[in-house]
Structure formats: structure tokens, C-alpha cells
């Protein structure tokens, strides 16, 4: 079982930054590809950014592009997402997690294909 916990949202004005981190114990966590997701309210869940298991893959959604940086560092077992230039759209509640088959990022990344969740972290962009 892979325990996925998050951190690092808050409240930020328009413009602002953010980093999330997504941490997870060691011994798994290797493997995985690492996708960022956020759902803000009355909206499906939506894939933000990708991580492939060695890092040198990466996929970004075309709204965060040029914004959002995904990176990870596992020798500390955590994957972040750098959020700059960060709009009110992007207010949603942030989650990070991993499908138990993947170390490559999916050409096509949707929700059920993911098995290990975190438990999510909350961003506000509001002035």
C-alpha cells in the first residue's frame, strides 16, 4: 500500500506562488509515475501534471503550461508541483497519486486509472 500525503496549499493572491509537495515512504516510491490532479467544487476531477517514476518524462495540462512545474526528488521520496502566475481558476483542492502499474506517464489521464490517493491539499487563489 502506497500512502500518498500532500502539502503546501494555502491561500495565495492572483499572481502568486505556490509549491505542493507530494511525499510517500521510501521503499515504493521509485516505481510510480506521480500525477498531480485537482478538483475544484461542482467540476470533475482533472489531471494537472505528470511525473514519470525517473523523472524524465513530464506531461502538463495545457492551462498550467508555462505556469506549473512538475519535478521530483527521490531521494527524499517527494514529488513537487511549482505553481506560479497562479489565476482564481486555479483554486481546487489538489491531489497527488499513483497507479500501481505505472512508471510512465499515461498518454491519457483520467482518475479510475488510479489506484493510491493523498488526501488532498486546498488552494485558493483569491485577492
Known amino acids: 500500500q502506497l500512502q500518498l500525503v500532500e502539502s503546501g496549499g494555502g491561500l495565495v493572491q492572483p499572481g502568486g506562488s505556490l509549491r505542493l509537495s507530494c511525499a510517500a515512504p521510501?521503499?515504493?516510491?521509485?516505481?510510480?509515475?506521480i500525477t498531480w490532479f485537482r478538483q475544484a467544487p461542482g467540476k470533475e476531477r482533472e489531471g494537472v501534471s505528470c511525473?514519470?517514476?525517473?523523472?524524465?518524462?513530464?506531461y502538463s495540462l495545457g492551462s498550467v503550461k508555462g505556469r506549473f512545474t512538475i519535478s521530483r526528488d527521490n531521494a527524499k521520496s517527494t514529488v513537487y508541483l511549482q505553481m506560479n502566475r497562479l489565476k482564481p481558476e486555479d483554486s481546487a483542492v489538489y491531489y497527488c497519486a499513483a497507479n500501481s502499474l505505472r512508471a510512465t506517464c499515461a498518454t491519457s489521464i483520467v482518475p479510475y486509472d488510479y489506484d493510491y490517493w493523498g488526501q488532498g491539499t486546498q488552494v485558493t487563489v483569491s485577492s
Open positions: 511525473i514519470s517514476a525517473n523523472g524524465r518524462d513530464t
Open positions: 521510501k521503499f515504493a516510491f521509485d516505481y510510480y509515475a
